[in-house]
């Protein structure tokens, strides 16, 4: 499975982005896609995840209420609707896919290269 990202760019805070990750290869085997992010000095941090059927949603505290996430499926791409950003929303974005369901937010199999989202003050 191949992910990329992409929809990053530089915006005011209380702005709005979309991120999108399209899938290709394997991508009937994809279960679930999630994003994370990471902050220059930051570890890398769950943000949000959809499982492909169903679309069970999940997602960090920092996040919920200001951001959604949805899937196409016949296009194979998940997008990140980002609304009322903050700086502290600043950082690379990263898509990721797996193939199992998991209780954890940490296993994930595949990832796409990552989308810099940049938030002024």
């Known amino acids: 499975v191949q992910l990329q990202a992409s929809g990053g760019g530089l915006v005011q805070a209380g702005g709005s982005l979309r991120l999108s990750c399209a899938a290709s290869?394997?991508?009937?085997?994809?279960?679930?896609m999630g994003w994370f992010r990471q902050a220059p000095g930051n570890e890398r941090e769950f943000v949000a995840a959809i499982t492909r059927n169903g679309g069970t949603t999940d997602f960090a505290h920092s996040v919920k209420g200001r951001f959604a996430v949805a899937k196409d499926n016949a296009k194979n791409t998940v997008y990140l609707q980002m609304n009322s950003l903050k700086p502290e929303d600043t950082a690379v974005y990263y898509c990721a896919a797996r193939s199992t369901s998991s209780s954890s937010r940490s296993i994930w199999s595949y990832w796409g290269q990552g989308t810099q989202v940049t938030v002024s003050s």
């Open positions: 290869g394997r991508s009937f085997s994809i279960y679930a």
